[in-house]
């Protein structure tokens, strides 16, 4: 059952068309990505959703109710991250949950909301002596404070770690355990690969597919691609005759097969059974990246996030 439902959705500011037409729906209980680059309109989508803007063509419906009229019953529903600079510097942890929890007419326990973000340590921590994980970690609780139906959770891993983003991850995995449906937005494929049971792509606008990162992926093909280094010759005629490869290409002392999932056993029998040793191995498979390139002609502009070092705000 579709608890958001966006029809034709159109957006500008002044003459800059940042939403051209968007339609997707997303079913209760799933976490539903938003992937595109950057500028490509996944924000005003989302808070066109929330009601903080309105749209000047199209619908949205979001639990049944129109997000700019029924906007007081909306947010109480839906839980939406803040901007970290939304907080003053001195608010503690828990002073911030106690103040947005008396905000909404349902409200979690916060003590195991904090336990369930790892931010149990830090309750009596000032806003501003936090680390940019915590700081993120809290603004996921304040969006779940109001045990909201729909959680909407926008870059969510932008500037953390390896270890942040996976902790994350794991956190947004239990959300959606909760019964809680998640919108991600994101702009990092294999942060939408790893979480979205669906995913729109959003390009310049426009919803370019909407399908499950299988389903995507299937619509670039299900080549996988074998690389190695022989230390022995081998023919690379003997190799391209072997069942299910597609491909032999050669790349200074690099050997690169193509096929199908099973090619990699195939390749590895065959060099095993002729004796030939190799180094190097490695298998790619096909990743979303390749069905965003497919779909939109082009290479997104991040596929990992980008650590804190590297971040630019
Ligand atoms: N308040 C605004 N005034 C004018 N233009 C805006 C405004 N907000 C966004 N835009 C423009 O609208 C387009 C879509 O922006 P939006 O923030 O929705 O994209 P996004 O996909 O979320 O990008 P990002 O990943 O960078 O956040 C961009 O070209 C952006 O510059």
């Known amino acids: 059952m579709p608890v958001i439902e966006v029809e034709h959705l159109h957006k500008r500011y002044g003459d ?12 209760q209980g799933e976490i539903f990505g938003v992937l595109g680059p950057n500028g490509a309109g996944k924000t005003t989508t989302v808070e066109c959703v929330q ?24 947010r109480q529903r839906v839980g939406a991250q803040l901007q970290e600079s939304q907080l003053p510097d001195k608010l503690r942890v828990r002073e911030a949950l106690d103040l947005y929890r008396s905000f909404y007419r349902n409200r979690a326990d916060i003590d195991g909301l904090l ?28 969006a779940l404070v109001g045990r909201p ?38 702009h990092f494929m294999e942060e939408a690969e790893r979480l979205c049971d669906r995913l729109a792509i959003i390009d310049t606008g426009r919803v370019v597919a909407i399908d499950t990162p299988a ?3 299937s ?9 190695f280094r022989p230390l022995d010759p081998v023919d690379d005629a003997l190799l391209a005759a072997l069942p299910e490869v597609t491909g032999v290409r050669r790349t200074g002392d690099e050997v690169t097969v193509t096929g199908p999932e099973q090619v990699l056993q195939t390749v590895l029998s065959a060099l095993a059974e002729r004796q030939v040793r190799y180094a190097g ?11 965003f390139v497919s779909l939109t002609g ?11 070092d590297e971040r630019s705000s």
């Open 51 to 74: 009601g903080l803007r309105r749209a000047d063509g199209g619908t949205v419906r979001v639990l049944g109710l129109d997000p700019v009229r029924d906007r007081t019953e909306v």
């Open 215 to 217: 389903g995507l992926l």
């Open 219 to 227: 619509r670039v093909g299900t080549e996988h691609r074998v690389h």
């Open 149 to 186: 139906e729909i959680a909407i959770l926008d870059e969510l891993t932008t500037g953390l770690d390896p270890q942040g983003r996976r902790d994350t991850w794991d956190l947004v995995e239990r959300i959606r355990d909760r019964g809680v449906t998640v919108v991600l937005v994101t």
């Open 281 to 291: 191995l490695r298998v790619e498979q096909p990743t979303l990246d390749d069905a």
């Open 16 to 27: 800059k068309i940042a939403v051209d037409d968007v339609s997707f729906t997303v079913d």
């Open 298 to 308: 082009r290479a997104a502009r991040a596929t990992t996030p980008p650590s804190t």
């Open 115 to 142: 336990d369930d973000l790892g931010l149990a340590a830090q309750r009596d921590t000032a806003f501003h002596k936090l680390s940019g994980g915590q700081k993120q970690r809290l603004s996921v609780a304040l």
